[in-house]
Nanobody, 125 residues
């Protein structure tokens, strides 16, 4: 019932910015918590940020807090990840994820029901 499609990845230099988008086909987009995860080659998939559907409360991994901003536009069924001050360690495939529920944020991959195909972000020195 839900399909997620990420876009906006690319190759940038240290200090640059990118904005990722995640289009959600779900009919009731506002009832889903949306999140971003990332995975570097040979590494486990890691939590980046999440936003609840009801209140729009946000939560960030320590590594990106202050640099990244997650947001959503329920009218467009789209979630975003604004990434500023990018560092080489931000290089990874970024995945959009969704889970049912709007009251609490989770940070583990197993709690999310739907996943996008991923979009590559490469940050060069």
């Amino acid at each position: 019932q839900v399909q997620l499609v990420e876009s906006g990845g690319g190759s940038v230099q240290v200090g640059d910015s990118l904005r990722l988008s995640c289009a959600n086909s779900g009919r009731t987009f506002n009832v889903y918590t949306m999140a971003w995860f990332r995975q570097a080659p040979g590494k486990e998939r890691q939590f980046v940020a999440a936003i609840t559907g009801g209140s729009g409360s946000t939560y960030y991994a320590v590594s990106v807090k202050g640099r990244f901003t997650i947001s959503r536009d329920n009218g467009k069924n789209t979630a975003y990840l604004q990434m500023n001050s990018l560092k080489p360690e931000d290089t990874a495939v970024y995945y959009c994820a969704a889970r049912k529920g709007t009251l609490a944020i989770t940070t583990t991959t197993s709690t999310y029901d739907y996943w996008g195909q991923g979009t590559q972000v490469t940050v060069s020195s």
